[in-house]
């Protein structure tokens, strides 16, 4: 893949969020401006730009996990496109015990991530997290260190949007230094 490519792949990936990407006042509660990106990911052509973009911005690695619940479907579709496996990071209670499990705060609430304590095997997996939205960071740096807790190295993070004005990047990249977090758009 040349870096033209790249380029191209991310600015289709770009354009299909801005044509598509709808902004919900008020939601999951007052004062928070949602960005819906499930008209981008209904759009087959916004689907396939962006999980694209995404999969070339991962790197070297052994396994995709998404996050709970638009990274599923971008995961699944990023490890399709890499030849690779796909692991769901769950919402709490969603999975069977026994699991793994870390809090985090949100910018409206708390909640808890989960994934398999038992029948994956992460130890030494180059894992490239995937999510929709980067907003205060909460819930990539708790999938991160879930991961990590479980053995998984993860070099990448990849992300649809980032919330403008909020310190995601910040919080993340200050807790993984290592880490390599892409963004498609800001928002």
């Not at 893949?1 to 509660?29: K, N």
């Not at 130890?123 to 479980?150: C, K, S």
């Not at 070099?155 to 993340?172: F, H, K, Q, S």
């Amino acid at each position: 893949m040349t870096d033209t490519q790249i380029t191209d792949a991310a600015d289709r990936a770009r354009a299909a969020i801005a044509r598509h990407t709808r902004l919900v006042p008020d939601f999951p509660s007052p004062g928070i401006a949602f960005k819906d990106l499930t008209p981008v990911l209904a759009d087959a052509e916004g689907l396939s730009a962006v999980t694209t973009a995404l999969a070339q911005a991962g790197g070297d690695i052994d396994l995709v996990a998404g996050i709970d619940a638009r990274g599923f479907l971008l995961g699944g579709a990023i490890a399709l496109q890499l030849g690779v496996g796909v692991l769901a990071i769950r919402k709490a209670g969603k999975l069977p015990p026994p699991v793994r499990s870390a809090d985090y705060d949100l910018e409206y609430g708390t909640a808890s991530l989960e994934v398999p304590a038992d029948g994956v095997d992460l130890h030494g997996r180059r894992v490239l997290v995937v999510d929709d939205v980067l907003a205060t960071g909460g819930t990539l740096n708790a999938a991160i260190g879930l991961l990590e807790a479980a053995g998984a190295v993860v070099p990448t993070a990849v992300v649809v949007m980032e919330i403008d004005g909020l310190p995601g990047r910040d919080a993340v990249e200050s807790a993984h230094r290592d880490l390599v977090l892409t963004s498609l758009a800001a928002g």
